[in-house]
């Protein structure tokens, strides 16, 4: 049996984002988004993303409230706060 895939919207017109799902009928990023705001977007699309090893984040209580507020009034996820932060970072800190 083929495993459902996500049915959220995806970059290419007209077809859907395809990820495995998780919840009703659609991926993890596109869950969070149905559960934080009810309305669906597609993902962003980027460079593929790689753990890192010891990397495994425990963040000052108003570090993580703001990652929160960021999160709910941008309608993604907090990791995707997270990396964008940590990418504005990596970017003004090389030459
Ligand atoms: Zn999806």
Redesign the pocket.
Known sequence: MTPER???P?HRAGR????P?VAHG??????QQSRRRGELRP?REGPPLVSVPGLALRLPQDVAAWLEASAERQGVTVSEVARAALAAAARKASP
Request: include cysteine.
């Open positions: 996500c049915a959220g995806s859907p984002c395809g990820l799902a659609l991926c993890e990023a596109h869950y993902l």
